[in-house]
């Protein structure tokens, strides 16, 4: 219960119709990427190798880092 009104059923949400919001998520995933989201898809393929790289700068001794395809640099990380 919250502020006295029953939230939970017999396992199930009272005041959440399921399959109404599974209809709505499902057409929501359906339609076309907006210019924005294309975007920040194709930026996060450029940043999460980088990254990646920087976290396992902390985790990589500094001679495993050959068998990197981006490896740290004094000047950043360059992308082989």
Request: aromatic residues 6%.
């Amino acid at each position: 219960m919250v502020n006295g009104q029953v939230i939970l059923q017999g396992g199930q949400f009272t005041r959440v119709n399921k399959q109404a919001l599974l209809e709505e998520l499902a057409a929501s995933l359906r339609a076309p990427l907006t210019p924005a989201e294309l975007r920040r898809r194709e930026l996060a393929r450029e940043v999460v190798p980088v990254s990646n790289a920087i976290a396992l700068q902390f985790t990589l001794h500094p001679a495993d880092w050959a068998a990197l395809d981006v490896y740290p640099c004094h000047h950043g990380f360059l992308i082989d």
